[in-house]
């Protein structure tokens, strides 16, 4: 006999009547996910295309600018070009005219004139020694005006080049007494880290303690020419044979952009004079006598377009353009 509460109990426990019945939130949380979804989906997409525009747009701004600063020099470049060509055609014309018609009346100060403006305008491409030791050759020794400007210009393009080519190298003076023939030998002595001139190749690695010497000897001079003989020498540290070793002559009229010598590893040396003074009394010439001698060592690529390079210097320039902010540290690359 059963009682009441099986009784109860019984027909709930056939009918198998589920347990947990599912809630109204989650049902709720499944319908948001759903509209979520595609709705994420389309504010994703609308943002990053605002941004790929915005920064195209942005691009294609920059990439017009360039194109535009691009032209804007081609087309001054040109005219430039053609300016110092009308300038050149006319100056050096005049300047190399017919000496006949003019070998008793020269204007000296129109013919100073136009070698300033050559030396301006043309230094870096054209050798103005020539001209320059030409003129200083046959202008007559009253015109002692004409001759000062002369000396002025060939003095402040050769500190010009100098100071231009110190910056990608290094640069030693030295002052000179030419009329002292006793006082004459090494002048200048530099020894320089190989870092600081060219960066390290798989043929020539370089480390801190690496170190190139350089010394300038004045074997002789010229003062009625204001000129001097000097000998150039290259070492590396640690090492007795040399690596360049020539003499040659020098004035105030050679330019270091043009007139320089090839060194080994991709360098370029130059000794260039931006002062000679001699007295005009005969007795003082030995004493008062003075020169100022620059020694600058620089890369092949800060040579003038005259001095063509060899196709490897112009790979060792990129390398050591590339390598320039560890060669400044010290690093060993």
């Known amino acids: 006999m059963s009682t009441p509460q099986s009784d109860a109990a019984g027909p709930s426990a056939c009918h198998g009547a589920p347990a947990n019945p599912p809630a109204p939130d989650d ?15 389309v504010l994703v997409t609308a943002v990053v295309g605002t941004l790929y525009t915005a920064w ?29 060509k009308d300038m050149f055609g006319v100056v050096i014309g005049h300047f190399l005219g017919d000496s006949k018609q003019r070998s008793d009346m020269r204007d000296w100060s129109d013919k100073v004139l136009q070698l300033e403006l050559l030396a301006n305008n043309f230094n870096q491409s054209l050798d103005l020694a ?11 020794q009253e015109l002692e005006v004409l001759q ?10 050769n500190y010009k080049q100098i100071t231009s080519l110190a910056r990608r190298g290094m640069t030693r003076d030295k002052k000179v007494r030419p009329g002292r023939t006793r006082d004459l030998g090494v002048m200048i002595d530099a020894t ?3 870092l600081q001139l060219t960066p390290s ?15 300038v000897e004045v074997l002789r001079a010229n003062l009625d020419l204001r000129e001097l003989e000097v000998r150039l020498i290259m070492k590396r540290s640690g090492r007795e044979d040399a690596l360049f070793d020539q003499h040659f002559w020098i004035g105030r009229y050679d330019f270091p952009m043009l007139s320089n010598l090839q060194l080994p590893y991709g360098l370029r040396a130059a000794v260039a004079v931006t002062a000679f003074d001699v007295p005009a ?13 620059h020694l600058v060592v620089f890369p092949s690529s800060s040579a003038s377009f005259k001095e063509r390079q060899d196709y490897d210097d112009v790979l060792l320039d990129m390398v050591r353009q590339r390598q320039l902010p560890r060669t400044l540290t010290g690093a060993n690359p």
């Open 27 to 41: 049902k709720v949380l499944e319908w948001a996910k759903v509209l979520a979804a595609p709705l994420a989906s």
């Open 56 to 84: 195209s747009s942005e691009r294609d701004a920059i990439e017009t600018n360039e194109r535009l600063y691009a032209q804007l020099l081609t087309q001054r470049e040109q005219s430039d070009t053609l300016i110092r």
């Open 148 to 157: 000062q400007r002369i000396d002025q210009t060939a003095s402040t393009l």
């Open 130 to 140: 020539p001209l320059f030791k030409d003129v200083g050759r046959q202008l007559p």
């Open 192 to 194: 320089v880290p190989m």
């Open 281 to 293: 009394v005969a007795a003082e010439r030995e004493t008062d006598s003075f020169a100022q001698m």
């Open 201 to 215: 190749t798989p043929e020539a690695t370089w480390t801190p303690n690496d170190r190139a010497r350089f010394t």
